[in-house]
Every structure is written in structure tokens, then in C-alpha cells.
């Protein structure tokens, strides 16, 4: 199984462009795709946008004694995530709400498009919009670009319906589902009009499922909590996941494990590899390999007077050698003892033998192998800190109440303070004293002793082998360390691959309450007769960002057959660039003879108001805001030596 890598893209800052003289001489028009996860900006002369960045603006916070930080706007913002909790955005889901952002984005795309004249922009705008704007977010926008940039006219449209008509330029009839960062619209098209009373909106889109990707891994791998971000969590929606076709079965499947193994994406997470600088230095380091060197070899030079010693003594063997040797050993031992004791009186005392019994495990024998010592020096290293270890986790487990061992504690101490005890002969084995260690809270024995041995140890191995690099602080040596691996810091992204993005289908996953995308198009269907129904169905049209989802178009051709009568027919296209063919549509429209009809004019502006809009087949409908009731004014008459008062308007 491979592994892959996260990319953690930086965005690059745009460069200030120079001001085309074709473009400055005449009214070119300016296409703004205003859309609430990217901003899309080109002439309308030109094929593709030259701006694309995200709608986003971090504003540094003031710190006391300095100056107020730059705002950053788009891809200035290198690293979204430094400044994660000082982005805003113009946006309310899909709604343009905060216009001190929205014009420090015009600001930062004008600038970069090296617009330069003085005062005003000479230009037209195209500029997308949500379906059904309120009339109140249109005049605040018609105001900033009329008051503020000084534009000459403003055109309005949807982006979904641009998209469709630069798609399917002859079709007129269409079931368009536009699939945005916050929201996703259902929109049936009838004789190139949207039927703006059957339209439906489901408050479900990209950055739903991007949070709901970031808080399932979060939950998994709560170790890596601060590593899982949402940049990466939306990397991995955008590179790693898929609708499934039918997903109760495609659950089921996970079940399996080969189906998981095979399916699976073991996600790298950055990480660094902790170690212990080297106390020597590198010259010490080549002494210290010479050293070793010189003891190999004069090793292998015993190991051949020892095969002369056994041909000389007939032996077969070193085993037999040895066992002559042990025997020697004992009756000089035993010689020892005798005389020891026969020298000595009853009130002497002994050294401790336990330093000594230490120098004899660590000091290698001259007829040892020399690796085998080692190795058996490292495994005793890596037991002694395999105790340490638990010791402490039990440690743990004891400072916390609801733990077993915490309340295996509580259990003894209250079977010891009972008072009523029928045969109390707690002390006569040595065994009964042992509960005093099971219910200490330093894990009963100390580290003391072992703490020694694991310093010795250490010394040893730091002198006679040239790999060792590991310390008893960090508790990790060479191939016992199980830290800061690549293994501890991957992410297994399984069945979270559908789980996220059904959420377009499945709102009810994160609590919400609206109906799925199958069941929102199956409602409203059931509004048209059957022969519209068959003229919608037969151009079922995606588009918007999450449209690019694998498996989208094969999950709506299962729903709309389950949903739609048996034998029928039914066409689903996507989008040929779901995030651009907005752009492209606006680009289109604004390059046609009859845009001058639908430009709102600054006379028009000023005559009939901001909210003001000129219809077109991609636009919204325009419905005028009523006119507010006027205040009555109060005034006070005198009838009869009373006074009264009458409303007059």
C-alpha cells in the first residue's frame, strides 16, 4: 500500500498586471464571477480569468505599540491557516452581507488588474450574483460600484444560468443543479425561464463536507488533533473522495478487509524525527570505531589460540574447554571461601555483592562474541526500560479516579480498614505485605535500582557500539524507538472517502433537517404534469464545484431511475470545468451585440434605486421592494373646550 504525501499547496501572491492600451481606449467590459468560495475576474476580450483567488480577507490584529498589520485579500494570504482565526469573508452562506470586505476585494482586484485611471472605472461590470439576491444586498452592491468606483452600468446574473446557457446555448428546458460552496439550488429552466416558484435550496454545499471530513478525523486520531487542519481536510475532499453509487452496499464492502486494504489511502502526516545529538564529536567518533576495530581482531586472534589449545589438549570442543575451565573456576572458589572464612570473624562485613553482579553481566568475557554481547546488552537496556514504562503508566492510571487500577486501589484500602474481621492473621506470611506495593501510588518498586542499571548499561553501549544514539531521558534507543515514526503520524482515510460527500444527499448526517438533493429534485417533479417532467429530465444539467465529485453523475442516474416510471428516459450532463464555465457563460454574454439592453446605467441607478435590475434569460427576476407607508403626523385640535388629536398623512 503507498503512502501519500500532502501536498500543502501555498497559494502564490498575483502579480500587478500592466493595463492593456486595447483595453484602456474602449469599454471592454469587466466579467466578476463573485462567487462565495473563489472570485473569478477577466476581460471580457480574453479566454480565460485573469484573477482567481478566494474570497477571503485576513486582517492581523493590532498589537500594542505597533501599527495596524496590511489586510491580506486572496492569494496574498500565502498560509491560511497562520491566520486562521483572523479570516473574513464578504459572504453570508451565499449572500454578499459585508461590504467593508466586499470593497477591499474590489480594491485588491482592480489594483492587480493595473487599473490606473483616476478616481473612476471606466468599464462595465458583468458580475454573477445569488439566486434570489435580496433587493437590500443588490443596492448596497449597485451603491459601492456606482458611489465608490464610479462604474458607467452594472449587469447581474446567476451563475448557475450562465454556466447552463454556455454549456447548452439552444436547450430550453432543463433541470439545472447548481452545487455551490454553501448552498446547492435546484432550478427547473421552462422555455428558457427559471421557475422561481418551484425552486428549492438546500443549505448543504462544499464546506459542509469539508468540516464534516475535518472533525470525522479529528475524532479518529485525536493524537494528531492539531495536525489535521482544515486545509489538508479540504485537500483530501478535493484529491481523495467519491460518491458512492449506492451507499448502503458500497458500506457493507468496507466491512471486508481486503476491500479495505485495497481501498484505503494512507495519508502522510509531516512529522520530526526526534534524536539524540551525539555527545562525541566526529573525530572521537573514528577513534572510537579504530577501537573497535582493534578489539575485533585481537578477538579473532584468541579465537585461533583457542583452536591450538584444543588440538594441544585433545578436546573436541569449546564446550569441552569450558566446562574444564568452569571446574578450575569452582575448586578455586571453593579454596577461596575456605580460607575466607577461617580468616574472618562472625561481625564482619561484606561489601554489596550487587555492583559486582552488575560488572559481571555487563563486562563481556574474553571467549563471548563480541555482537552477541552487545545484543544482549541492548535487549536487557530495552527490558529494564519496558518496566519503566509501565511503572509509570500505572503511575497514571493511579492519579486518575476512574481508572481500574485507581479503583483496585480504592478496593484494598477499604478491605484493609474494615473493622470487623473474623480471622485476622494479616502478617504471618511474607506474601501479605506485598497489598502495601499494590496500593502505593509510585506503582509500588522503586526506579532507583533499574535507573542505575539502565545508566550503566548505556554507558556501556555508548562506548563499545558505534550505532547506539538513544538516552534513558527519552526512553527510546536505536530500534526500540516507537515515537516520532512515520507510521504514528499517517492517517488512514477509509470509508470517511463517502462518508463526507454524502452529505449532498444525507443532510441528516450533521443534524440537519432538510431533505436530500434525490428527494429535493423528487418534490419538485411531482409540481409539473408528466410531459414537462419528461422535458426537465431530459437535460438534467450539474454544475458548481462539487458537481467534479467521482461517482456524482452515476448516484443521480440511479436516484432519478428509482424515482422516475419504468422504461423512461432521462439525460444527465455536467459542466465541461464546473468551477469556470460561469466565468466562461458571463464572458459569452457579455460579448453579444444586445448587453447594452441589460446594463443598468448610473441614470437609471439614480432614477429608480440600486435594487434595480434589467431581466435577462440569466438573470433574477425583478421585483420591486414596496414602497414604504408614510408617517403620520399628529395634530392637536380643539372641539368643544376638548382637546383631540388627528392622524393627518
Known amino acids: 500500500m503507498t503512502t501519500l504525501e500532502l501536498k500543502d499547496a501555498k497559494t502564490v501572491p498575483d502579480p500587478i498586471r500592466t493595463y492593456p492600451k486595447n ?29 482567481i483567488f478566494k474570497n477571503l480577507i485576513a486582517k492581523p490584529r493590532k498589537e500594542r505599540g505597533k501599527k495596524d498589520g496590511e489586510t491580506q485579500v486572496g492569494n496574498d494570504i500565502t498560509n491560511v ?153 479540504e485537500e483530501l475532499v478535493h484529491e481523495q473522495t467519491f460518491i458512492a453509487v449506492n451507499y448502503q452496499e458500497e458500506l457493507s464492502l468496507w466491512a471486508d478487509s481486503d476491500h479495505y486494504d485495497d481501498n484505503v489511502r494512507r495519508i502522510q502526516l509531516p512529522y520530526i524525527v526526534q534524536t539524540v545529538a551525539p555527545g562525541l564529536t566526529p573525530e572521537q567518533q573514528k577513534e572510537r570505531r579504530k577501537e573497535l576495530a582493534r578489539r575485533l581482531i585481537e578477538i579473532n586472534a584468541r579465537k585461533r589460540e583457542e583452536r591450538k589449545i584444543l588440538d594441544f589438549y585433545e578436546l573436541s570442543s569449546g564446550s569441552d574447554l569450558q566446562k574444564l575451565i568452569s571446574q578450575l573456576q569452582a575448586r578455586i572458589e ?17 561489601e554489596d555483592p550487587k555492583p559486582k553482579i552488575l560488572k559481571q553481566n555487563v563486562k563481556p568475557k574474553d571467549e563471548e562474541d563480541f555482537e552477541t554481547w552487545i545484543a544482549r546488552v541492548r535487549k536487557r537496556r530495552q527490558e529494564i526500560l519496558e518496566r519503566r514504562n509501565a511503572r509509570r503508566q500505572r503511575r497514571q492510571d493511579m492519579a486518575k479516579r476512574r481508572t ?145 465529485f467521482p461517482g456524482f453523475t452515476e448516484r443521480l442516474h440511479r436516484e432519478l431511475q428509482e424515482m422516475r416510471p419504468f422504461k423512461s428516459t432521462f439525460s444527465i450532463t455536467t459542466a465541461a470545468n464546473p468551477t469556470l464555465d460561469a466565468w466562461y457563460g458571463a464572458r459569452t454574454f457579455s460579448s453579444s451585440p444586445d448587453l447594452s439592453q441589460y446594463l443598468v446605467t448610473r441614470s437609471e441607478y439614480e432614477e429608480k434605486g440600486g435594487e434595480y435590475l434589467k431581466e435577462h434569460n440569466n438573470s433574477n427576476k425583478y421585483y420591486p421592494s414596496p414602497t414604504p407607508l408614510p408617517q403620520a403626523e399628529t395634530i392637536p385640535l380643539a372641539v368643544s373646550g376638548e382637546e383631540i388629536e388627528i392622524d393627518v398623512f
Open 81 to 233: 491557516e497562520a491566520v486562521r482565526f483572523q479570516l473574513k469573508t464578504q459572504f453570508d452562506r451565499n449572500v454578499v452581507t459585508h461590504f467593508e470586505a466586499q470593497e477591499q476585494v474590489f480594491d485588491y482586484m482592480f489594483t492587480h488588474l493595473g487599473i490606473d485611471t483616476e478616481g473612476h472605472i471606466s468599464h462595465p461590470i458583468v458580475m454573477t450574483e445569488a439566486f434570489l439576491n435580496p433587493n437590500y444586498s443588490r443596492h448596497l452592491m449597485s451603491e459601492l460600484l456606482f458611489e465608490c468606483y464610479g462604474v458607467p452600468s452594472v449587469c447581474y446574473g446567476i451563475d448557475g444560468l450562465f454556466s447552463f446557457r454556455y454549456n447548452n446555448p439552444k436547450c430550453s428546458a432543463a433541470l439545472i443543479i447548481n452545487c455551490g460552496y454553501h448552498t446547492t439550488h435546484i432550478l427547473p429552466v421552462i422555455n428558457n425561464q427559471v421557475d422561481l416558484t418551484r425552486s428549492r435550496r438546500i443549505n448543504v454545499g462544499g464546506i459542509h463536507i469539508i468540516n464534516y471530513l475535518h472533525r470525522l478525523l479529528q475524532l479518529k486520531y485525536p493524537a494528531h488533533f492539531a495536525a489535521i487542519t482544515p486545509s489538508r481536510a
Open 404 to 548: 481500574a487500577a485507581a479503583q483496585e486501589r480504592m478496593r484494598l484500602i477499604s478491605q484493609l480498614a474494615r473493622k470487623e474481621k473474623r480471622d485476622d492473621n494479616f502478617g504471618m506470611r511474607d506474601e501479605d505485605w506485598d497489598v502495601y506495593k499494590a496500593i502505593n501510588k509510585e506503582g509500588g518498586d522503586s526506579d532507583s535500582d533499574e535507573e542505575q542499571k539502565l545508566l550503566e548499561l548505556e554507558d556501556v553501549l555508548r562506548h563499545h557500539d558505534p550505532e547506539f544514539e538513544g538516552s534513558s531521558s527519552s526512553g527510546t534507543a536505536g530500534s526500540g524507538n516507537c515515537g516520532n515514526t512515520a507510521e504514528t503520524h499517517q492517517l488512514h482515510v477509509g470509508i470517511e472517502r463517502i462518508r463526507a460527500p454524502e452529505l449532498l444527499f444525507q443532510p441528516s448526517m450533521i443534524g440537519s433537517g432538510e431533505a436530500g438533493l434525490a428527494e429535493t429534485i423528487e418534490f419538485v417533479l411531482r409540481g409539473y404534469p408528466a410531459d414537462v417532467q419528461t422535458a426537465l429530465v431530459s437535460n438534467v444539467f450539474l454544475t458548481g464545484g462539487c458537481a467534479a
Open 23 to 51: 483595453v484602456r481606449n474602449s469599454s471592454v467590459p469587466l466579467v466578476i464571477d463573485n462567487g462565495s468560495y473563489q472570485c473569478r475576474v477577466g476581460w471580457a476580450t480574453q479566454k480565460e480569468p485573469l484573477l
Open 334 to 350: 571453593r579454596t577461596k571461601q575456605k580460607i575466607a572464612a577461617a580468616n574472618t570473624t562472625e561481625d564482619s562485613v561484606t
